[in-house]
């Protein structure tokens, strides 16, 4: 059973950069997707990042595309990153990663991923 701990979260001014790390207890190559999720108060959760880990196809929302990055430390394979730029006000929101052993495909529906972790706020804002 997959443990996800993330961090890397913290208060930003627009236009800044954090980057997110999502730590798994487990060999990540047992699995085949890991994503990241977030979701503000009053709104759904919403897909923002995925990542194939068998052939390294990454996918983005259109609200991050181009700003976001998902990418897997080579040398620690249990981890995975978002590297968030020119972060906007509305990209304020808990961010979570999340996998499921059962998935063989990119799934964008949060009710498909059976592992969570705690999530890491993010605020923008000056």
């Known amino acids: 059973q997959a443990q996800l701990v993330e961090s890397g979260g913290g208060l930003v001014q627009p236009g800044g950069s954090l980057r997110l790390s999502c730590a798994a207890s487990?060999?990540?190559?047992?699995?085949?997707?890991l994503a990241w999720f977030r979701q503000s108060p009053g709104k759904e959760r919403e897909g923002v990042s995925f990542l194939a880990l068998s052939d390294g196809s990454t996918y983005y929302s259109d609200s991050v595309k181009g700003r976001f990055t998902i990418s897997r430390d080579n040398a620690k394979k249990n981890t995975v990153y978002l590297q968030m730029n020119s972060l906007k006000p509305e990209d304020t929101a808990v961010y979570s990663c999340?996998?499921?052993?059962?998935?063989?495909?990119?799934?964008?529906?949060?009710?498909?991923?059976?592992?969570w972790g705690q999530g890491t706020q993010v605020t923008v804002s000056s």
């Open positions: 487990v060999s990540t190559l047992d699995y085949y997707v």
């Open positions: 999340a996998t499921d052993p059962r998935l063989r495909y990119v799934s964008f529906n949060p009710s498909d991923y059976g592992y």
